[in-house]
């Protein structure tokens, strides 16, 4: 609740749903940005058969494809959030500009 000016008690209404999405666009857009550089790590380290990976040296080169194609699907997933993240950002502002009080009975 949020106190006016004029000392009586009145009630914020927002909408929790652009919070929400808010939130989860910024969770997504953390993992996905550990997500492109580890799937890259984890990529090189199968091309290069490293004995680093311990799964059979007939699997890694494919274990490798695998690994680059997760890195571009965070990339897009990334770059997906991080624009959901901005467009989020700014609607709560825009929001804010908007806020209506209303008397609590």
């Known amino acids: 609740a949020a106190v006016s000016p004029q000392g009586g008690s009145r009630r914020l209404i927002r909408g929790s749903i ?6 989860c ?4 857009t953390i993992m996905s940005a550990v997500g492109v550089p580890l799937m890259l790590f ?3 380290l199968c091309s290069n058969n490293s004995p680093m990976i311990e799964i059979p040296a007939s ?8 690994c680059y194609m997760a890195a ?3 990339a897009f997933t990334f770059l997906y959030a991080f624009t959901s993240m ?5 609607a709560r ?4 500009r908007k806020v209506q009080l209303v008397p609590v009975s």
């Not at 080169?61 to 695998?66: L, R, V």
């Not at 901005?86 to 700014?90: I, Q, T």
């Not at 502002?93 to 804010?96: I, L, N, Q, R, T």
């Open 59 to 66: 699997n890694k080169p494919d274990a490798g494809k695998g």
């Open 86 to 90: 901005n467009k989020s950002a700014s």
């Open 72 to 74: 571009a699907l965070y």
């Open 25 to 28: 666009a910024t969770f997504c």
């Open 42 to 44: 984890f990529g090189y």
């Open 93 to 96: 502002e825009a929001d804010s």
């Open 18 to 23: 652009s919070g929400t999405m808010g939130g």
